[in-house]
């Protein structure tokens, strides 16, 4: 029964890692950061290479509800569209985790064109979280599903679904 416990203690202590703030900061990024502007209710999520080099999901014809988004490059000016820009920042701890940053832009290039956009399973943060650690996983949408949507957490569609989607965030 100890074992458990303490498998249950360590889990419970990974999952209020991945739920601690982030630090985003307003400033110029370097090659490689991740980047975010506000969009509407949500952050939309980027990898900065240059300012002629985003890469980022676009929500396809259908917008944020659909699956037609694919990853694209495009331009600072246009993904900023006139919005401040935030860059990532990385406590020790965390840097420790991500890839060099020739593999980051590896990554993404490689995944350029491709058509998997689901706003709770495939967006553009998670790309970006996994260019950056090979992680696939969304504070956002976290944050989401983690919010009871009735007074009780242990009931309701929030509940439900943070528990499948924590569990797959471990897979």
């Known amino acids: 029964m100890r074992m458990m416990e303490m498998k249950r203690k360590l889990l419970k202590a990974e999952l209020n890692k991945l739920a601690e703030p982030e630090l985003w900061r307003a400033q110029m990024p370097q ?3 991740a980047i975010r502007k506000r969009d509407g209710l949500f952050y939309h999520h980027a990898l900065y ?15 944020i509800m659909g699956h037609e988004g694919f990853l694209e490059t495009t331009t600072m000016e246009a993904f900023a569209s006139k919005r401040k820009i935030e860059v990532r920042q990385f406590s020790a701890e965390e840097a420790q985790d991500l890839h060099p940053i020739d593999q980051r832009i590896a ?5 350029l064109g491709k058509v998997n956009y689901d706003l709770l399973f495939s967006n553009c ?16 949408v976290r944050k989401i ?7 009780n957490q242990e009931t309701g569609m929030n509940h439900f679904l943070g528990k499948i989607y924590n569990s797959l965030d471990q897979l």
């Open 107 to 111: 990554a993404a290039r490689k995944h």
């Open 145 to 151: 599903v983690n919010r009871p949507i009735v007074k």
């Open 49 to 63: 290479v240059s300012d002629d080099e985003i890469i980022h999901m676009t929500y396809g014809q259908d917008g």
């Open 125 to 140: 943060e998670h790309y970006v979280t996994f260019f950056l650690t090979g992680r696939f996983v969304s504070s956002q």
């Open 31 to 33: 090659c490689g950061d």
